[in-house]
């Protein structure tokens, strides 16, 4: 009894479908299916297998190849989820940061902290965060208010319209 190329059992010439390419080369049924996804060619002797027995395995192979691509199709639906994820959380911060700095500058401080504690509590922004970039916001704003300033007491000693 011969055995499979491809997977090396014995091949019962009495039960189990087979082939055999040009050179004799047995190969069982479903592990030549398996390996037409990948070659043409007997995996033993490299000769091309006949193109009317390629062809008794073209719906099996078409059949893969969709299979192949839902799953593609589906990770790659998976990751698109994941980045808007990552998106919508990051513009939900980048709002909730606007409003603070909007109460911040209205100086309504107790207001901006209690969306602080309320941001917290939902867990929906990383606090530690958020406070690093309203801090720096709110000290470069507090820069630019100042430097201003510097500005128009400078510029007021020149007699300037409007100063």
């Known amino acids: 009894m011969p055995s499979c190329i491809v997977c090396h059992l014995t091949i019962n010439e009495s039960t189990?479908?087979?082939?055999?390419?040009?050179?004799?080369?047995s190969v069982h049924r479903y592990c030549l299916a398996e390996w037409l996804m990948h070659s043409h060619n007997c995996p033993l002797c490299n000769d091309l297998y006949p193109?009317?027995?390629?062809?008794?395995?073209?719906d099996y192979k078409e059949k893969k190849e969709q299979e192949?691509?839902?799953?593609?199709?589906?990770?790659l639906q998976k990751e698109s989820m994941k980045?808007?994820?990552?998106?919508?959380?990051?513009?939900?911060?980048?709002?909730?940061?606007e409003s603070i700095e909007n109460?911040?500058?209205?100086?309504?401080?107790?207001?901006?902290?209690?969306?602080l504690l309320d941001s917290?509590?939902?867990?929906?922004?990383?606090?530690?965060?958020l406070i690093s970039?309203?801090?720096?916001?709110?000290?470069?704003?507090?820069?630019?208010?100042?430097m201003a300033k510097k500005m128009k007491e400078s510029l007021s000693g020149l007699n300037l319209p409007g100063f």
């Open 16 to 25: 189990d479908t087979h082939y055999e390419c040009n050179n004799g080369h």
């Open 51 to 58: 193109e009317n027995l390629i062809a008794q395995f073209k």
């Open 68 to 75: 192949k691509q839902a799953v593609l199709d589906k990770q």
């Open 83 to 97: 980045k808007m994820e990552e998106v919508t959380s990051k513009i939900v911060f980048l709002k909730l940061i």
């Open 103 to 115: 109460l911040i500058q209205e100086e309504n401080y107790n207001e901006a902290i209690n969306q």
């Open 120 to 129: 917290y509590n939902e867990s929906a922004v990383d606090i530690p965060d």
């Open 133 to 146: 970039h309203v801090a720096s916001n709110a000290e470069i704003s507090k820069a630019k208010a100042e």
